[in-house]
């Protein structure tokens, strides 16, 4: 209770010039907060950059918070309090300030994108669209980090020391975190050696569908059933991966079954009509069609259709692979050949009876017992 006799020590001019204190500082924050960010907002936007926007937008509540703060510290600094309190408030005065400057710098990572994207229209450069949302996760993580050292050695904490500390567990450490390790690993050779970037169709394994996220731990994509699988960085690093985005042309190809009552001529002038209706085709690649009798069998004679059309996507592809199809099956039929059908040899087996001849048995085939009954 003796401590808080600096109470009954403060005069009624102490108490009218702190609030008055305090006042001025609540008031210049809400100036702050709807005009003076309005005029900087405006002379802003002279600049040809957004990357100034970004920083006031980032920098417009941490400033804010710091103003009200400090009016709250200088109004107590005016009061009578004792020395070891004033230390303690000055204490906490400078880490706000700190945790401000901080909050506003994680705020601002958010907007390294723009900085990317400002750099690469400027001087024509490209950016994978993966290292940016990583680049902006390690930033911020790093802000956070100096931010809590900085208040740590406001207060004394000696960060060393606090590190030499953890040394002496850091085996169990290592152990534990292994996993974590081994991900963040995978996570920088997918970065580095950028097998897709977000939004890439990729399949790996069982998992096909497109990137959505990467993070520290894991990558994250969303399948064809619009479900989302959670793949660690450590097992995608080291999987097979088929970026099917990646792909400039798709593959078209079909078997086609012929009666083996087809003619030679028949075969002749349904691959030169299929040859000709693909190299006429824009949307068909010129190299590599493979339209030929590829082999007969016992019972068809096949034909082989082969080739690459321009849509990759694959709706597109699924439509452009359809209209082919029709479009060989009319030749087939203007041609009339017909496609070889399956045809299945059922196999009857013969049933013996059994007649009975006193006590002896006999087995007697079905043709020898019609000729019994003649």
Not at 273 to 294: A, C, F, G, N
Request: glycine share 6%; hydrophobic share 45%; proline share 3%.
């Amino acid at each position: 209770m003796e401590q808080l006799n600096w109470i009954l020590k403060i005069t009624w001019l102490d108490g009218l010039i702190s609030i008055g204190i305090f006042l001025i500082f609540f008031l210049a924050r809400e100036l702050f907060s709807k005009y003076f960010l309005k005029l900087v907002t405006r002379l802003s936007k002279l600049s040809k950059t957004p990357v100034d926007d970004a920083l006031i937008g980032a920098f417009r509540r941490p400033v804010a918070f710091i103003l009200l703060f400090a009016g709250i510290y200088l109004t107590l600094m005016y009061l009578p309090m004792p020395h070891q309190w004033k230390s303690i408030a000055t204490l906490l005065f400078k880490s706000s300030a700190i945790f401000s400057i901080g909050w506003g710098f994680y705020i601002f990572s958010d907007a390294i994108g723009i900085f990317f994207h400002h750099m690469g229209d400027r001087y024509d450069l490209q950016f994978n669209t993966i290292v940016i949302p990583f680049l902006a996760k390690m930033m911020k993580f790093i802000v956070a980090v100096f931010t809590i050292v900085m208040i740590l050695d406001q207060w004394n904490y000696h960060v060393t020391g606090l590190i030499t500390g953890l040394g002496i567990g850091g085996l169990a450490i290592a152990m534990a975190a292994k996993d974590t390790l081994s991900n963040l690993f995978g996570g920088f050779v997918i970065i580095t050696d950028a097998p897709f970037t977000i939004g890439d169709l990729i399949q790996t394994g069982s998992i096909e569908g497109f990137v959505e996220d990467i993070n520290f731990r894991s990558t994250r994509i969303r399948t064809m059933d619009q479900a989302i699988v959670t793949v660690p960085n450590s097992t995608l690093a080291n999987a097979p991966i088929t970026n099917l985005s990646k792909m400039d042309k798709r593959r078209i190809s079909f078997n086609l079954p012929l009666d083996l009552e087809t003619t030679n001529e028949q075969i002749k002038r349904c691959l030169g009509q299929i040859r000709q209706m693909l190299t006429s085709d824009p949307e068909v690649y010129e190299e590599r069609k493979l339209i030929y009798l590829d082999k007969i069998t016992s019972s068809s004679m096949n034909l082989l259709v082969d080739f690459y059309i321009k849509s990759i996507a694959v709706e597109e592809w699924l439509k452009e692979k359809e209209k082919y199809t029709y479009a060989v099956l009319e030749i087939l039929q203007n041609e009339g050949v017909e496609l070889a059908t399956t045809r299945s040899l059922m196999v009857v087996p013969t049933q013996e009876h059994v007649i009975d001849i006193g006590d002896e048995k006999k087995q007697v085939a079905p043709e020898e017992r019609s000729r019994s009954r003649d």
